[in-house]
């Protein structure tokens, strides 16, 4: 079955840059998503088509695309950004998730 | 506000059947799909299955298709996740979510992601 690959954790220390990579062999032709999901609560969308943001999302959050890899990166993280971090995109038409990214921040 | 409220915490037996819901308000819910997410305890996010309420229309992840019944009443605005016979694996959170669809690889398919979440329902399986 198709896997997007996250890290399983990302280290940084406030307001230092993290970067959140999500590797897929279809990522090239499909869109990826990021989801942020605190403890106890629900996931929230961050970014959606691989760079947009929705609305009340800080401008801090941004998502790029190259080849088989999509990234979230978090610019001057702050410790409230500290949560599990999810992509998400597709094989050829079933949506799949990736594994998640636990971001610690020190 | 749009928000998508889920009903309340089950504990079941194995072999029981369960119907969870989620209910739409604060937008048109006849013009989204509604899709559910499974997360097993301290596990990932996985999608399960999307439903378009204005004909049922449904669309299985394989690893919960024949597992698992997805339907919507569009009259209340609802969507159901469905089990006929539990078992100890099926304890997890089920979240329902807001669908956008997204044109995939493959001509006239679609993936989807999911822009507004309920808070999720809790289902633990136990004898």
């Known amino acids: 079955s198709y896997e997007l690959t996250q890290p399983p954790s990302v280290s940084v220390s406030p307001g230092q840059t993290a970067r959140i990579t999500c590797s897929g062999d279809?990522?090239?032709?499909?869109?990826g998503f990021w989801y942020q999901q605190k403890p106890g609560q629900a996931p929230v969308l961050v970014i959606y088509?691989?760079?947009e943001r929705p609305s009340g999302i800080p401008e801090r959050f941004s998502g790029s695309s190259s080849g088989t890899t999509v990234t979230l990166t978090i610019s001057g993280v702050q410790a409230e950004d500290e949560a599990d971090y999810y992509c998400?995109?597709?094989?050829?038409?079933?949506?799949?998730f990736g594994g998640g990214t636990k971001l610690t921040v020190l | 506000e749009v928000q998508l409220v889920q009903s309340g915490t089950e504990v079941k037996k194995p072999g029981e059947s369960l119907k969870i819901s989620c209910k739409g308000s604060?937008?048109?819910?006849?013009?989204?799909?509604i899709g559910w997410v499974r997360q097993m305890p301290g596990k990932g996010l996985e999608w399960m299955g999307s439903?378009?309420?204005?004909?049922?229309?449904?669309r299985y992840s394989p690893s919960f298709q024949g597992q698992v019944t997805i339907s919507a009443d569009k009259s209340i605005s609802s969507a159901y996740l469905q089990w006929n016979s539990l078992t100890a694996s099926d304890t997890a959170i089920y979240y329902c979510?807001?669908?956008?669809?997204?044109?995939?690889?493959?001509?006239?398919?679609?993936?989807?992601?999911?822009?507004?979440w309920g808070k999720g329902t809790t289902v633990t399986v136990s004898s």
């Open positions: 979510a807001r669908n956008l669809p997204v044109p995939a690889a493959i001509e006239r398919y679609y993936y989807y992601y999911m822009d507004v």
């Open positions: 604060g937008y048109t819910f006849t013009t989204y799909w």
């Open positions: 439903i378009y309420p204005p004909n049922s229309d449904t």
């Open positions: 279809a990522l090239p032709k499909q869109y």
């Open positions: 088509k691989d760079t």
């Open positions: 998400q995109s597709a094989d050829s038409i079933d949506t799949v």
